[in-house]
């Protein structure tokens, strides 16, 4: 079994400074690693994912995330916020083989100060 | 390719009605799942399926209950609707990873 921790359920950042969401898991077994963003009154989109090979991996918009294997972390981070990433932001765990299902943390609500 | 289509978009029910969330995919994937978002909560799984005619219980699935008949849909069913089941649901998709989200049902029981 796993389980997510996302200790900070908010984060007020102004808006160009730096950024960033933390995420620690427990599993007993290899794992994927994912972050989802979800706007306000939508659903949950995959921002970025670890599934193997290179433990930085990187978003379309300026998001990266680096596994941490001996810390058991996946923190977020991105270097200058912008209005538009005002959200919430859900990092999710799931073992690397066979039916393995997501766990979900209780998610960060990003709000962005012009 | 529609992706994962949820439908209603919202719905508001009385205690005691029953009504079935519809989710389709487009996609031909095997997995399908239903989860739960409470605010503060996370998601939380309450049935999921590996493929047609295969289904199993995730962490919440009391007062709930799914089929899959065909690939493409995984409908989720309230018998008796509570107020503790006010919700928005959200129905995902995969063969590989990662999962594929639908837009969600929002759900009031009054």
């Known amino acids: 079994a796993q389980s997510v921790t996302q200790l900070d359920s908010q984060v007020p950042v102004f808006e160009e400074a730096p950024v960033e969401l933390r995420c620690n898991y427990s599993?007993?077994?290899?794992?994927?690693l994912f972050w989802y963003v979800q706007y306000p009154n939508q659903g949950l989109q995959l921002l970025l994912k670890?599934?193997?090979?290179?433990?930085l991996v990187e978003s379309i918009n300026g998001f990266e995330a680096e596994f941490n294997k001996s810390q058991t972390s996946f923190h977020l981070r991105k270097p200058s916020v912008h209005i538009s990433d005002t959200a919430e932001y859900f990092c999710?765990?799931?073992?690397?083989?066979?039916?393995?299902?997501?766990?979900f943390g209780t998610g960060t609500r990003l709000t962005i100060i012009p | 390719n529609a992706g994962v289509t949820q439908t209603p978009k919202f719905r508001i029910l009385k205690i005691g009605q029953s009504m079935t969330l519809q989710c389709t995919q487009d996609?031909?994937?095997?997995?399908m799942y239903w989860y739960r978002q409470d605010p503060g909560m996370g998601l939380k799984l309450i049935y999921y399926?590996?493929?047609?005619?295969?289904?199993d219980k995730g962490e919440v699935p009391n007062g709930y209950n799914v089929s899959r008949s065909t690939t493409e849909d995984f409908p989720l069913r309230l018998e008796l609707a509570a107020p503790s089941q006010t919700s928005v649901y959200f129905c995902?998709?995969?063969?590989?990873?990662?999962?594929?989200f639908g837009d969600g049902t929002r759900l009031s029981i009054l």
């Open positions: 995902a998709s995969r063969d590989n990873q990662p999962q594929h």
């Open positions: 599993s007993s077994v290899s794992v994927y």
């Open positions: 670890y599934l193997s090979g290179s433990t």
């Open positions: 999710a765990v799931s073992g690397n083989f066979g039916n393995e299902k997501l766990t």
């Open positions: 996609m031909n994937h095997n997995y």
């Open positions: 399926s590996v493929g047609a005619g295969i289904t």
